[in-house]
C-alpha cells in the first residue's frame, strides 16, 4: 500500500509541476531551436551531489515522472536540450553516445502493451459506491455490512470485438466491470450490459472470440459480428441463440454507457457469517434509465464521432453530471433455485425478475475522470475470481474457466505478477504476504524473512484469524471425472423465446431488421439458412421474419436437443420500450440557430432545458456563432457540418426567416432534420423554420413530435422530449 499512498499524493502535487515542466522545455526550445550552438546560453544548475546519507536531490525516492522542475532523463540527469540530438559538427552524423535520445526513444519504442485480446477498446472512470441497505444477513462481505457504508470504486466499460482503435457504436456487447477497493481486499464484479452469455462453458472461448474478431487471412471485418464466421459459429452452437437475439436487440448499441445496465451474469454465491450460503445475481441498472439509439444513427455516429460513448462519459463526468447505477441482487435459496425451470448454473439463462424479485443493496457514482488513461484504464487489471470474504462462486463451468483466464491473461498484458503494485490495481487496505520479487518489484521488503511461519514478523504476519479470513464455502462435490455437458444446460431456445416474446412491437422489428443485416453480410449462404433454421425453434414470427428480409425460402426447423417450452411467460423487465425512462436529465438537446434567430426563444430553450439537468449544444453555420435578434452574438459549441443530428436526443430548428432560407440550400442542414425525424427524434420546430423542413421533404406539419417551438412553449418541449423517440412517427407518408 505505501506504493498507492505516495501516487496519490503525488497527483495532486502533479499539475503545477508538470506545467513548470512545460514551460521550462518551451523555455529552451525558443532558446535553442534556431541557434547553431547546442549549449543553451544559461548552462542548468548543477545538481546536489549524493551522498551516502542522502537518495538524490532531496533525501526522497522519487517515482513520480513529472516531479522535477527541469527536464531530466529517466536517471535524473538534467537535459540541457530537447531539439537536437548529439552530432559531431553540425552536419555530422548523429553519436551513439547521445544517451538521452537514445533513453527517450527506448522509452518511446515500448509505449505500448498488448491490448487485451478482448475488451481491448474500453473506457474508465473512478467512482464510489455507497451500501444502501445492510446485508449482513446475507453476506459476510464488508462492503454491504451497514447502511451508508462507502467503498471506492473503479469502473471499465467496454465493447467486446473491435480493437483499442474502433468505433464506439459497434454492435456489441458492452463490459461493465467494476473493482470495488473494500476493506477487505479488491472485489471485482466483471459483467456485461447484457445478462447472459454466448457459450456454457469457458472451453468454447477462444473459438467464440476467434469466430467473432476480424477474419485472420484478411483482417477485416473490424469491431463487427456481421460476417461468415461469427454466424457460422452461432449456427453450429445452438447454445448461443439467447445471447444472440439480445446481441440483435438495442441493447447492442447503447445511446451511452451511463444508459445501460450491467450484469454479473453469473450466479455467485453469498456467504453469511454463519457458514450459510445464498445463490445471488448481480445488476447495475443505471438511475437515469435505459437507452439505444436505432441502427442508422449507430451507423452515422461511428463516422461523426467513434468517440461518442467515452466523450459522454468524460463530458457527463466533468459537468458534474454524474453517472450513477443501483446494485440490485435477486437472491436465490437453494429450494428455490431447484424449482426454477433452468439450472442457476447455467450462464446462457437468466432468473426473471419476475420470478425473484430485484433488492437495491447499493448505488455507484461515478464521479473522476482518470488522471492517465494508460496508467489506469490501460492497466486495469479485473479478474472474476478476485471476491471477498461473503462472496463465493459457483460451478457455473463458464465461471470457472474465467477464474483462471484473468489472472492469467494479466501477466502477457502487464508483464509482471507486480501488477498488484499499480495504483489502480492496488488494494485500498493493508496487505501481507511473502511473494517476492519478480519484474518491475516496485517495493523493497526489508529483513531476510520471505517464509512463513517464522519466529521473527510476529502473528500479526501469518494468516489472519479464520472467523476474518476468505473461508470457502464448504460446498460438497462428488461425481465422476468426465467431460459432459450436464442435461439441465440442454435448452437452448425456451429462453430466447421468452426474450422475444416479451419485446415490444418496435423492439421485434428492430432485431428482426438486426438479423437480416447481419446475415446478409454472410457471403455463404448455408448460413444464413442454418441460422435461420435455429431461430424456427425461438419463434416462427422471429424466422419468417428474417427469412423474408433476407428472401430466403424458410428452411425446415433444426432439431432442439429437448422440446422447446412454449408455456413460459412474457418478462415484461426485458423489455426497455416497455418502461422507458420517461425523463430528458442527462440527455443533449440540439440546438440550431442562425443570424437573426430569436434570442427570447434561445433563452428559454436554455432555461426550460437547464431546469430539467440536460444540456443544450448550440450548433450555428459557423463555429464563431450568430448575432440574435437582440443584436447579442451567441458562440456556438458546433459547427452545422460537424454535428448531425445523431449526436442529439432530440433537436431544436429555430432559424430567422432569412436563415432558413439559406439553411435550405445547405445538404448538412437537410441532413440534420431529416435524419431527426427518421430517427423518431423529437424536434422544436421554430416559427420561421419551414422553408428548411419543406426544402428538405420532412413532413413536420401534424406530426405530434414535432411541436412547433416558441419561447412560451419551450416549457411544453422539455416536457415532450422527455418520451425520447416517438415511435409512432410514420415514416412512409
Ligand atoms: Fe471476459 C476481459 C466480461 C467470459 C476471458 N471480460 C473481460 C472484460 C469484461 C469481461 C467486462 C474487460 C475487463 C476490463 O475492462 O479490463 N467475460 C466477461 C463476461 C463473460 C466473459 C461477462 C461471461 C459471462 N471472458 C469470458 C471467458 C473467458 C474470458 C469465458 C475465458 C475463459 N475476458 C477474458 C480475458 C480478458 C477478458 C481474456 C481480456 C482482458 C482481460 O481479461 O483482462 O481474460
Known amino acids: 500500500m505505501p506504493t498507492a499512498k505516495r501516487a496519490t499524493k503525488k497527483t495532486a502535487a502533479k499539475t503545477s509541476t508538470a506545467k513548470k515542466a512545460t514551460a521550462t522545455a518551451a523555455t529552451s526550445t525558443a532558446a535553442s531551436a534556431n541557434a547553431p550552438a547546442i549549449e543553451p546560453a544559461t548552462p542548468p544548475a548543477t545538481p546536489p551531489q549524493s551522498t551516502p546519507d542522502t537518495l538524490g536531490a532531496g533525501g526522497e525516492l522519487h517515482q513520480g515522472v513529472q516531479d522535477g522542475d527541469r527536464m531530466t532523463t529517466a536517471q535524473g540527469i538534467p537535459v540541457s536540450d530537447n531539439e537536437n540530438s548529439l552530432r559531431a559538427g553540425d552536419r555530422g552524423p548523429t553519436l551513439l553516445e547521445d544517451f538521452a535520445m537514445r533513453e527517450k526513444i527506448f522509452a518511446f519504442d515500448h ?34 455490512g451497514a447502511k451508508g457504508r462507502r467503498t471506492e470504486a473503479f469502473v471499465r466499460f467496454s465493447t467486446v470485438a473491435g480493437s483499442k482503435g474502433s468505433f464506439d457504436l459497434a454492435r456489441d456487447v458492452r463490459g461493465f466491470a467494476v473493482k470495488l477497493y473494500t476493506a477487505e481486499g479488491n472485489w471485482d464484479i466483471v459483467g456485461n450490459n447484457i445478462p447472459v452469455f454466448f457459450i456454457q462453458d469457458a472451453i468454447k472461448f477462444p473459438d467464440l472470440v476467434h469466430a467473432v474478431k476480424e477474419e485472420p487471412d484478411r483482417a477485416f471485418p473490424q469491431a463487427q459480428s456481421a460476417h461468415d464466421n461469427f454466424w457460422d459459429f452461432v449456427a453450429h452452437m445452438p447454445e448461443s441463440t439467447h445471447m444472440t437475439l439480445w446481441q440483435m436487440s438495442d441493447r447492442a448499441i447503447p445511446r451511452s454507457f451511463r444508459f445501460m445496465d450491467g450484469f454479473g451474469v453469473h450466479t455467485f454465491r453469498f456467504v453469511n457469517e454463519a457458514g450459510e450460503s445464498t445463490f445471488v445475481k448481480f445488476h447495475w441498472r443505471p438511475l437515469l434509465g435505459k437507452q439505444s439509439v436505432v441502427w442508422n444513427e449507430a451507423v452515422k455516429i461511428n463516422g461523426a464521432d467513434p468517440d461518442f460513448h467515452r466523450r459522454d462519459l468524460w463530458n457527463a463526468i466533468n459537468s458534474g453530471d454524474l453517472p450513477q447505477w443501483d446494485l440490485a441482487v435477486q437472491l436465490i435459496d437453494e429450494k428455490t433455485a431447484d424449482a426454477l425451470p433452468f439450472d442457476i448454473l447455467d450462464p446462457t439463462k437468466i432468473i426473471p425478475e419476475e420470478d425473484v424479485p430485484l433488492q437495491v443493496v447499493g448505488r455507484l457514482t461515478l464521479d473522476r475522470v482518470v488522471d492517465n488513461d494508460f496508467a489506469e484504464t490501460e492497466q486495469v487489471a479485473f479478474c472474476t475470481a478476485n471476491v471477498v470474504p461473503g462472496v463465493d462462486f459457483t460451478n457455473d463451468p463458464l465461471l470457472q474457466g474465467r477464474n483462471f483466464s484473468y489472472l492469467d491473461t494479466q501477466l502477457s498484458r502487464l508483464g509482471t505478477p507486480n501488477f498488484t503494485k499499480l495504483p489502480v490495481n492496488a488494494p485500498r487496505c493493508p496487505v501481507a504476504h511473502f511473494q517476492r520479487d519478480g519484474q518491475m518489484q516496485t517495493d523493497i521488503p ?45 435448452d437452448h431456445y425456451s429462453q430466447a423465446r421468452v426474450f422475444w416474446e416479451s419485446q415490444t412491437p418496435v423492439e421485434q422489428e428492430h432485431i428482426v431488421d438486426a438479423y437480416v443485416f447481419e446475415l446478409s453480410k454472410c457471403v455463404d449462404p448455408t448460413i444464413r439458412r442454418d441460422v435461420v433454421a435455429n431461430l424456427r425453434n425461438v419463434h416462427e414470427d422471429l424466422a419468417t421474419q428474417v427469412a423474408d428480409g433476407l428472401g430466403l425460402e424458410l428452411p425446415p426447423a433444426s432439431k432442439p436437443f429437448v422440446p422447446v417450452r412454449t408455456d413460459l411467460p412474457p418478462s415484461p423487465a426485458l423489455s426497455m420500450l416497455a418502461s422507458p425512462p420517461d425523463t430528458f436529465e442527462g440527455r443533449r438537446l440540439g440546438l440550431l440557430v442562425t443570424d437573426g434567430t430569436d434570442a427570447a426563444v434561445v ?63 445547405d445538404p448538412a442542414a437537410k441532413d440534420f ?29 401534424g406530426d405530434p413530435a414535432s411541436p412547433q417551438l416558441t419561447a412560451k412553449s419551450a416549457k411544453d418541449f422539455v416536457k415532450a422530449v422527455a418520451a425520447l423517440r416517438y415511435w409512432d412517427r410514420d415514416l412512409t407518408s
Not at 472467523?467 to 465422476?480: K, M
Not at 432534420?673 to 421533404?697: M, Q, R, S, T
Open 446 to 490: 526489508s529483513g531476510p524473512t520471505n517464509y512463513e511461519p517464522n519466529g521473527h514478523t510476529g502473528a500479526d504476519r501469518g494468516p489472519r484469524a479464520q472467523d476474518a479470513s476468505f473461508l470457502t464455502f464448504p460446498q460438497e462435490v462428488q461425481g465422476e471425472k468426465r467431460r459432459i455437458r450436464a442435461e439441465s444446460f440442454a
Open 111 to 144: 509505449e505500448r502493451i498488448p491490448e487485451r485480446v478482448v475488451h481491448a477498446r474500453g473506457y474508465g472512470a473512478h467512482g464510489t459506491f455507497e451500501c444502501t441497505k445492510d446485508l449482513s444477513d446475507i453476506t459476510a462481505a464488508h462492503v454491504l
Open 603 to 665: 433563452k428559454a430553450v436554455q432555461k426550460a432545458f437547464e431546469a430539467a439537468k440536460a444540456t443544450v449544444t448550440i450548433i450555428a453555420p459557423k463555429v464563431g456563432g450568430v448575432t440574435l435578434s437582440d443584436g447579442k452574438k451567441l458562440p456556438a459549441d458546433e459547427l452545422l457540418k460537424g454535428a448531425p443530428s445523431v449526436l442529439f436526443d432530440a433537436v431544436a430548428v429555430v432559424p430567422s426567416a432569412d436563415g432558413a432560407v439559406e439553411l435550405a440550400k
Open 673 to 701: 432534420v431529416n435524419d431527426a425525424f427518421n430517427h423518431y427524434k423529437f424536434i422544436g420546430v421554430g416559427a420561421d423554420a419551414l422553408p428548411l423542413f419543406e426544402e428538405a421533404g420532412v413532413p413536420v406539419e
